[in-house]
């Protein structure tokens, strides 16, 4: 069993910058993914940002540029710095962790970006 923790959602405005968090817990395996996903109101979740355990990344299209994913392996964390952020990246972000008998997925934490 693996207990995922969030933190760092918030409100912020348009073209500013927030910092999510992720702690993970309890029997992790290597190789793994940690992911971050969101949702929006009315629409599906998506994958916004991975990162394997050797750090290779993926990011969506509509965040290229903007949000960064990094981790630390030793402390079990992942970490999504969004800058420049837009009204249409408000969403519920959910830390995910994909391993063999995986995946297991955190409370999430809302982002809002308005002025």
């Known amino acids: 069993q693996v207990q995922l923790v969030e933190s760092g959602g918030g409100l912020v405005q348009p073209g500013g910058s927030l910092r999510l968090s992720c702690s993970a817990s309890?029997?992790?395996?290597?190789?793994?993914?940690m992911r971050w996903y969101r949702q929006a109101p009315g629409l599906e979740r998506e994958l916004a940002a991975s990162i394997s355990s050797s750090g290779t990344t993926y990011y969506t299209d509509s965040v290229k540029g903007r949000f960064t994913i990094s981790r630390d392996n030793a402390k079990n964390t992942v970490s999504l710095q969004m800058d420049s952020l837009k009204p249409e990246d408000t969403a519920v972000y959910y830390c995910?962790?994909?391993?063999?008998?995986?995946?297991?997925w955190g409370q999430g934490t809302q982002v809002t970006v308005s002025s």
């Open positions: 995910s962790l994909l391993q063999f008998n995986g995946p297991y």
């Open positions: 309890g029997r992790i395996f290597s190789p793994n993914f």
